[in-house]
């Protein structure tokens, strides 16, 4: 099921325009691992930095228990990796359950901050309904995950201690589930038993479900924060992209021995800017898909600190959302897509909410994992303006006034000189 999610998501992003992230190889690795795997713009924020950390480690290290989890279960084993590490596999095993009891600390907290402290980032309407429940569920799931994990390692350390008919072999260090023991005395080692078996089977099962409910929630970024952050864009945050077919247009316009009438010049532009999906890139559809929703890009927006109706959050989860429902369109018509009478523009995205934009890239620069939402706006607004002649009338008036006089304020070129003749 995970594969077959894996492929959808795969599809869908190729569905975007093909862009060349493939330079400088050592660069965006060094990004990938400073940001996707280190971390680094977490602690912009300590304390939720720190937290965030801990339950990332605990995500990661944890898992490597899931191995040994999994070697026993297929080969009917206890404790495979014990005889091989030796005293190393007491430390493990006892880093591994401090850092579970961390995990359900960090989690505790950042429930209260979700649901009990009025963090404002928390409250927009966008996060309302099913983002707010999935921010919850996996909280949830990483608590009883975390509950059970430890469970099983205390039944499984009084059944070494207390039950030797199991030939349950003595290893690993328990300094947290130790204290749960008390809580089996009386019980009889089958039943002990059997709450260490449901124990390994429920977390076995709890892993494998939340790796396929990762497709359905924003806890996607767990996986897709890798590739997001190593083709991430690497120029400066202030650049804006220039449109190819645009910029060959004006060349040819300056170079007095161009052909207009070439083959090689006279190509027929599909569309200028972006009005679907299928206007955008791979890595910006890939964006989409790799937002966590916390919301950081928004607080930090200029626009939407002013109460406009701008949201750089719901400008990604609008794009998820769309081209979540063009990939069930292109699932339900075998294989192709059929027109919905839908766009990401207006049906998504209003026009107030584009405009709103101040294109500072405060969002770009807030994002953890890299995302930029700004590229999005921008290519919309270019739609607007290039194919609808759609724009604010500051703007057209401004346009028009390049255009006729050279300049954006509404003087004859006969006249930029007249000031001189106030002085």
Known sequence: MFIKNVKKIYRNINLGIKINRTDNTKLRFAQ??????????MIDKPIVGLLHIIVYLGFLIINIELLE??????????????????????????????????????????????????????????????????????LYVEIILM???????????????NA??????KAGSFPVSQFILPLFDGISSNIVFII?????????????????????????????????????????KGKFSNLKSVTNEVKMMLDPNADPFSTSINHEISKFGASDVFDLNKVQLLNAYTCTECGRCTSECPANLTGKKLSPRKIMMDTRDRLEEVGRNIDLNNGKFK????????????????????????????????????????????YLVMEKSDAPSELNNMMSNIENNGAPWPFNQMDKLNWKNEL
């Open 32 to 41: 990938m691992l400073r940001i996707a795997f280190g971390q680094s713009k």
């Open 69 to 138: 989890i999994i070697v026993d279960g297929i080969f009917g084993t206890h404790r495979a990796f014990a005889p091989f590490l030796g005293s190393f596999y007491n430390f493990l095993i006892g880093f591994f359950e401090i850092f579970a009891l961390l995990v359900i600390i960090s989690v505790i907290i950042f429930w209260f901050r979700r649901n009990v402290i009025n963090i404002k980032r928390f409250l927009s309407s966008e996060i309302k309904g099913w983002p707010k429940n999935d921010g919850n569920i996996i």
């Open 147 to 161: 509950l059970l994990f430890l469970t099983m390692n205390g039944a499984d350390f009084w059944i070494q201690q």
């Open 164 to 169: 030797p008919n199991y030939n349950y072999i």
């Open 196 to 236: 260490e078996r449901a124990a390994w089977w429920l977390h076995i099962i709890g892993v494998l479900c939340f790796l396929n409910y990762l497709y359905y929630s924003k806890h996607l970024h767990i996986i897709l924060a890798f590739p997001n952050t190593y083709f991430g864009n690497l120029s400066p």
């Open 339 to 382: 027109s919905d009478g839908k766009e990401l523009l207006n049906d998504y995205i209003s026009k107030e909410e584009l405009w709103a934009c101040t294109s500072c890239n405060a969002c770009v620069e807030a994002c953890p994992i890299g995302i930029d939402p700004l590229s999005i706006i921008i290519d919309m607004r270019r």
